[in-house]
């Protein structure tokens, strides 16, 4: 019985993977907390963030959490690289 359950979320792991590509995997709240400070330095640098941290963009997404902590990390940067008048 458990080895079926096990089977069952191994299919669905594979399935979900097929669907979102290769590239995406997936990022917990502790990794994304660990990880927002460089995505959103990035992300204000033009650049790809989420090609340097695969799979954040898609946790913030589907994370209202993370969400609010990451608009309110770049409310914060943007202010402090505003240039002061
Ligand atoms: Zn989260």
């Known amino acids: 019985m458990e080895g079926r359950t096990c089977n069952a979320r191994a299919e669905l792991t ?4 097929r669907l979102l590509g290769p590239a995406q995997r997936e990022v917990g709240c502790d990794e994304c907390f660990d990880e927002l400070d460089r995505y959103v330095e990035v992300e204000l640098a033009a650049a790809d963030a989420d ?4 799979g954040l ?4 997404e589907g994370c209202p959490a993370c969400r609010e902590e990451y608009e309110s990390l770049r409310v914060l940067v943007t202010t402090e690289q505003a240039p002061r008048a």
Do not use: D, Y
């Open 14 to 17: 594979r399935t979900l993977s």
């Open 51 to 54: 090609r340097v941290v695969p």
């Open 57 to 60: 963009r898609a946790h913030l």
